[in-house]
């Protein structure tokens, strides 16, 4: 599997602990995967509720006793908003470990492939700092939310159910970050990065 965290060189010996960043690595790699497929399995879901009402939608405005029957699901606009939200924060885990988050290497491409790794290190440790903050700042509101019982308008969904999946993925994008800050050490300890995309 691409980007479980096998080096795709030798490890010096001077590497911070590289069998174990390998391991972890794996283990990762392989939960960043199952938290994207699940973000995807709800996109999905929230794709097809939005398709559904809107031919619902479109189906009943026909002159037609049968038809007459269908309209748009109720709340589907809380639904979408809801669960996109939430897949978007389990893709993150993903994207991070799988370097897919936008950088712009046009200033540091000069310093090669171990200074360009020393950088991702650096900016991998900021990354995970702010995830934390921003993590704990959700989890605040999620306890505002729960303690006014805030309800979403039509479907009376409690607000703070989507904070909790906010709060997952994001604790698990600052694990994920928090693991490349180790193998952005060994990279720029060893070979740097490696060439292309991917882990």
Do not use: C
């Amino acid at each position: 599997m691409k980007g479980d965290g096998d080096q795709s060189h030798a490890a010096p010996s001077w590497a911070i602990l590289p069998e174990a960043e390998a391991f972890f690595g794996l283990w990762i790699g392989r939960f960043a995967d199952f938290l994207a497929i699940v973000g995807g399995i709800v996109l999905t879901g929230v794709t097809l509720t939005a398709v559904a009402s809107i031919i619902g939608r479109a189906l009943s405005r026909i002159d037609m006793a049968l038809l007459e029957q269908l309209g748009p699901i109720p709340g589907d606009f809380e639904i979408v908003s809801i669960g996109a939200g939430v897949s978007i924060f389990f893709f993150m885990a993903w994207a991070q470990f799988n370097r897919g988050h936008v950088t712009v290497d046009i200033f540091v491409s000069v310093l090669g492939e171990r200074g360009m790794a020393a950088i991702s290190a650096l900016m991998n440790l900021v990354l995970t700092i702010a995830v934390i903050v921003l993590a704990q700042q959700l989890g605040n509101g999620l306890e505002d939310k729960r303690r006014y019982g805030e309800t979403s308008l039509i479907l009376q969904i409690p607000l703070w159910y989507s904070y909790v999946g906010g709060m997952i993925g994001l604790y698990s994008f600052a694990l994920v970050s928090a693991y490349t800050v180790w193998r952005s050490l060994n990279e720029a300890l060893g070979a740097g990065e490696p060439q292309g995309d991917g882990a």
